[in-house]
């Protein structure tokens, strides 16, 4: 059942339909040079790929964005304008759909809940919806973000903390489906559901050493999440990296056991831990009574 306490805090992002609404960081900037007022059209664009990829998990590209505006308003941005008349209007005109046919210039779907909820916010928790790993990162309020990620409204760090763990996790692969073998996140089925402890500032501090940890390591290998959860799968009991991951999600998860006052299950999560488990690779038993 969906639990009315998680109603409007997930939202999908938005469907652009069209290739031409997306610029390159040097057409975006060359646009922004020109007209200074371009930037009330131009945002950065997040992807569920550049989040899983880059090692800083930035935007790496720009994308145009007419809000919804009548045709006149976005014709005075004429540079821009023109773009998406050429590249988009022949391709749109051509759909099946009559709101998409006859309103070109805006984004097929602009999700227009998400950008009220969040307007205002600083930052914001999203993650990849087709994934290999769950991936729950902080970012800058100030893009549009693409259909593939789910958009949390909030950037408090117990609540990623929360996400991140394998509590969660576990739900998450339960109730989500999945895609050429990846995980398919379903905010409505698997967050929506989600029970949340009422006391999440005990999960503060291993949020912290959390995304410490990550930042530091994806920018030192320069490599991006999905990479990084590869290695750690991967690689061996003794390496280093494998280590250093297994302690962090030994804290993070008896926290989050902490946090639901199941003290029995992190016991015998601790057990299992000090008798050689991996902390990010709970045993089935302790699955199904989490479960």
């Not at 930037?39 to 998990?57: A, F, I």
């Not at 004429?78 to 590249?87: C, H, L, N, Q, T």
């Not at 991006?224 to 690689?235: K, M, R, V």
């Not at 998860?253 to 008798?275: I, M, S």
Request: proline content about 4%; overall charge neutral; some cysteine.
């Amino acid at each position: 059942k969906r639990l009315k306490e998680n109603m409007g805090k997930s939202f999908q992002g938005s469907i652009v339909l069209g290739k031409g609404f997306i610029l390159s960081i040097d057409e975006a900037q060359r646009l922004l040079d020109k007209d200074a007022r371009n930037k009330d059209v131009l945002y950065p664009y997040l992807t569920g790929e550049d989040l899983n990829s880059r090692h800083d998990q930035s935007p790496s590209r720009w994308v145009i964005n007419f809000h919804d505006w009548p045709l006149e308003r976005a014709r005075d941005y004429p540079d821009v304008f023109r773009i998406v008349e050429e590249k988009v209007k022949p391709e749109r005109e051509k759909n099946p759909r009559k709101q998409r046919r006859e309103r070109w210039w805006q984004f097929a779907e602009r999700q227009p809940a998400l950008y009220k909820a969040i307007e205002g916010m600083e930052r914001v928790l999203v993650t990849s919806l087709v994934s290999k790993h769950i991936n729950i990162h902080q970012t800058s309020n100030d893009k549009v973000y693409a259909h593939r990620l789910a958009v949390f409204v909030t950037s408090d760090i117990g609540f990623q903390a929360l996400l991140q763990s394998h509590i969660h996790q576990i739900w998450a692969r339960k109730y989500s489906s999945t895609l050429e073998g990846r995980l398919n996140y379903s905010p409505s089925d698997c967050f929506e559901t989600f029970p949340i402890p009422r006391k999440l500032d005990v999960l503060n501090d291993i949020g912290e050493r959390y995304n410490q940890f990550i930042q530091n390591e994806c920018t030192t290998r320069n490599i991006g999440l999905t990479s990084l959860y590869n290695l750690i799968y991967e690689s061996s009991h003794n390496d280093s990296l494998v280590v250093a991951m297994n302690a962090l999600y030994r804290d993070l998860n008896a926290a989050v056991l902490t946090a639901y006052g199941w003290d029995d299950l992190r016991h015998a999560f601790a057990q299992y831990c000090e008798e050689g488990g991996r902390a990010f690779d709970l045993p089935a038993a302790l699955v199904d009574e989490i479960m």
